[in-house]
Structures are given as structure tokens and as C-alpha cells.
């Protein structure tokens, strides 16, 4: 008996009238579908900011780092987008696990190997001095292919640019 009365408005007032509980289940059940979408597309964004910072790292250990924290949001941005359309669908909720445990266990090895990244771009950049200053020895750096730099004289079979010893 109570089952039939849910789409009366006499019972199902909330707000004073202004909301009725089957407008406010509908509602709570498109927040509730819009939220891992919402996941899923924060999850494409970072995955693409980590795609673009490994191509700027490349070739380095930090750019490496940062694919694997690239491919591992495109996982977590495909189990968000898995679980909201489990739920548009109405899959029983034991269906959801996988995908969820996935998405979280995608999520903290992604912001692992990110930090991973920012770590080891940060040595890189500490071993490397700013561009045309003077490195030990007065010898200037000069960039390379791949925006590398390293000094003159360490080219291999350059010794025109070292400096003789006093």
C-alpha cells in the first residue's frame, strides 16, 4: 500500500511542496551517475598533462615515469566511465567492485609514479645548470637535441674547448 502512494504529491512533499521524493530519487540518482563521470573526465585531463610533461622529459627517467602515470590514469579514467554506465544500467552492485578497486588502485599508482617523476625531473634539473651560465671550470653549457645540456667539454673527443691547467 505504501509502494502506490509514492507518485501522490499529498504524501510525498519535501520542502514544503517544492520537491517531491520521486523527483528527489531521480535527482539523487543522477548525482549519484554524474559523479565517477566527473571522475572520469578529471582522470582524462591529468592523464593528458601526463602524456604532455613525458613528452617534455623525453628521453629521461622522468619522462618514462610519467607515460606509466599517463597510462595508468587512462585506466582510471575507463573504470570511472565503467562504473557510471553500471549504474545508468542499473548492474547489480556487485558488478561495480572491479571496476572501483581498479579505478583506486589505478589512482595511487598514478599519483606514485607521478611524484616518481617530479622527483627525478627535479634531480635532473639540480644536476644541470640554467642554460649559458658558467659550470665548474668556467666551461659555458650549451643545449643539445632533446633539450639536454651538458658542457663543451664534455662532448666526446672535443678537447678544443677544455682549458689547460695552470
Known amino acids: 500500500a505504501r509502494r502506490a502512494t509514492l507518485g501522490t504529491a499529498q504524501d510525498n512533499k519535501v520542502l514544503g511542496g517544492l520537491l517531491t521524493r520521486a523527483y528527489g530519487v531521480r535527482l539523487g540518482r543522477r548525482a549519484l551517475i554524474a559523479l565517477p563521470v566527473l571522475g572520469g573526465a578529471f582522470a582524462t585531463y591529468i592523464c593528458y598533462q601526463d602524456a604532455l610533461r613525458a613528452r617534455d622529459e623525453y628521453p629521461s627517467l622522468a619522462s618514462a615515469l610519467f607515460a606509466a602515470a599517463a597510462l595508468t590514469d587512462a585506466v582510471d579514467a575507463g573504470a570511472h566511465f565503467v562504473v557510471a554506465y553500471g549504474l545508468w544500467a542499473h548492474w547489480d552492485h556487485a558488478l561495480l567492485h572491479f571496476p572501483e578497486q581498479l579505478s583506486l588502485g589505478a589512482a595511487v599508482v598514478s599519483i606514485a609514479t607521478a611524484i616518481a617523476g617530479e622527483v ?18 668556467g ?8 633539450g639536454h645540456r651538458r658542457d663543451d667539454a664534455d662532448r666526446a673527443g672535443d678537447t678544443t674547448t677544455r682549458q689547460a691547467p695552470p
Request: positive net charge; without cysteine.
Open 120 to 137: 627525478a625531473a627535479r634531480r635532473m634539473t639540480a644536476l644541470d645548470p640554467p642554460r649559458g651560465l658558467p659550470r665548474h671550470g
Open 139 to 146: 666551461v659555458a653549457s650549451t643545449a643539445t637535441e632533446g
